[in-house]
């Protein structure tokens, strides 16, 4: 049984960076792993996902360039780091992991593990 705990969501103003982490109980050895967000009255999206080795990395349109992925797995942990956020990066941001999805099918969505979320409001 896996546990993922996400943390560092708060108020930014625009333009403004934060950097979210989300931490892992239970074996993650090999598996990928990613972030989705979902802004209220809209449906989840996928963000990032990264490898276990972090040789690859995955974006959505909407962020790349702004945001970056990575990982530290001697800590069980996933970050993204936001730059630049924009009001409509505003939403609550989960991680999600699976033994059995690569790190290139993490934006299907269909994955076993997933946290509770941290909300993100990017606002002046």
């Known amino acids: 049984q896996v546990q993922l705990v996400e943390s560092g969501g708060g108020l930014v103003q625009p333009g403004g960076s934060l950097r979210l982490s989300c931490t892992a109980s239970?074996?993650?050895?090999?598996?990928?792993m990613g972030w989705f967000r979902q802004a209220p009255g809209k449906e989840r999206e996928f963000v990032a996902a990264?490898?276990?080795?972090?040789?690859?990395?995955y974006y959505a349109d909407s962020v790349k360039g702004r945001f970056t992925i990575s990982r530290d797995n001697s800590k069980n942990t996933m970050y993204l780091q936001m730059n630049s956020l924009k009001p409509e990066d505003t939403a609550v941001y989960s991680c999600?992991?699976?033994?059995?999805?690569?790190?290139?099918?993490?934006?299907?969505?269909?994955?076993?593990?997933w946290g509770k979320g941290t909300l993100v409001t990017v606002s002046s």
């Open positions: 999600a992991t699976d033994p059995g999805v690569a790190a290139s099918l993490v934006k299907s969505g269909g994955m076993r593990y």
């Open positions: 239970g074996r993650i050895s090999n598996y990928a």
């Open positions: 990264i490898s276990w080795t972090a040789s690859s990395r």
